[in-house]
T-cell receptor, first 113, second 114 residues
Framework: DAKTTQPTSMDCAEGRAANLPCNHSTISGNEYVYWYRQIHSQGPQYIIHGLKNNETNEMASLIITEDRKSSTLILPHATLRDTAVYYCIVRVTIYNQGGKLIFGQGTELSVKP | NAGVTQTPKFQVLKTGQSMTLQCAQDMNHEYMSWYRQDPGMGLRLIHYSVGAGITDQGEVPNGYNVSRSTTEDFPLRLLSAAPSQTSVYFC?????????????FGSGTRLTVV
């Protein structure tokens, strides 16, 4: 699976958009980009995923560059409850190969009042 | 719909003891995985399974065994506990297939080996 590179930490003002970047320059054509977050010591929570088109759900938006070498997770109106570690992961989704999900170090997002 | 259920939530073991961490999911998910998370660290994959009867090693498999006799259950066995296995253990499950939604994680088992 391709490796990802994320900033170690970021700050964001409450109510503003949080834009979390991720580089995945070695991504291959059958790898999806997934985003998870982990709040305190809870289990990680799935946020969103995409292949090459931009995606939006009730939690966030995912913008993937045309060459697919990087992506940005956007939390449109960050709240204090969005303070967490955010993980960007690329994952093959082919039967018998897609089960392996490797976490990196992630970005620690602090939302400040 | 309970999701992913892990038991126990907390456990203290003595060095050398064995135990099984239980994980069950009621979503008929094909994929299941076990992770450990040490204090201040990221998650590391121990073992994973893509279906009943199929398991494979992750990044840190030594000292742990798994089996997947049913779709619902994926127990993790510690053969002879060591202090280095003190950690929080997370189980997760997911659909397989193209573009599947991500893993659903359990709430974790906090294990201390003394």
């Amino acid at each position: 699976d391709a490796k990802t590179t994320q900033p170690t930490s970021m700050d964001c003002a409450e109510g503003r958009a949080a834009n979390l970047p991720c580089n995945h320059s070695t991504i291959s054509g059958n790898e999806y980009v997934y985003w998870y977050r982990q709040i305190h010591s809870q289990g990680p929570q799935y946020i969103i995923h995409g292949l090459k088109n931009n995606e939006t759900n009730e939690m966030a938006s995912l913008i993937i560059t045309e060459d697919r070498k990087s992506s940005t997770l956007i939390l449109p109106h960050a709240t204090l409850r969005d303070t967490a570690v955010y993980y960007c992961i690329v994952r093959v989704t082919i039967y018998n190969q897609g089960g392996k999900l490797i976490f990196g170090q992630g970005t620690e997002l602090s939302v400040k009042p | 719909n309970a999701g992913v259920t892990q038991t126990p939530k907390f456990q203290v073991l003595k060095t050398g003891q064995s135990m099984t961490l239980q994980c069950a999911q009621d979503m008929n998910h094909e994929y299941m995985s076990w992770y450990r998370q040490d204090p201040g660290m990221g998650l590391r994959l121990i073992h994973y399974s893509v279906g009943a009867g199929i398991t494979d090693q992750g990044e840190v498999p030594n000292g742990y065994n798994v089996s997947r006799s049913t779709t619902e259950d994926f127990p993790l066995r510690l053969l002879s506990a060591a202090p280095s296995q003190t950690s929080v253990y997370f189980c997760a499950s997911s659909w397989g297939g193209q573009g599947a939604r991500g893993y659903t994680f359990g709430s974790g088992t906090r294990l201390t080996v003394v």
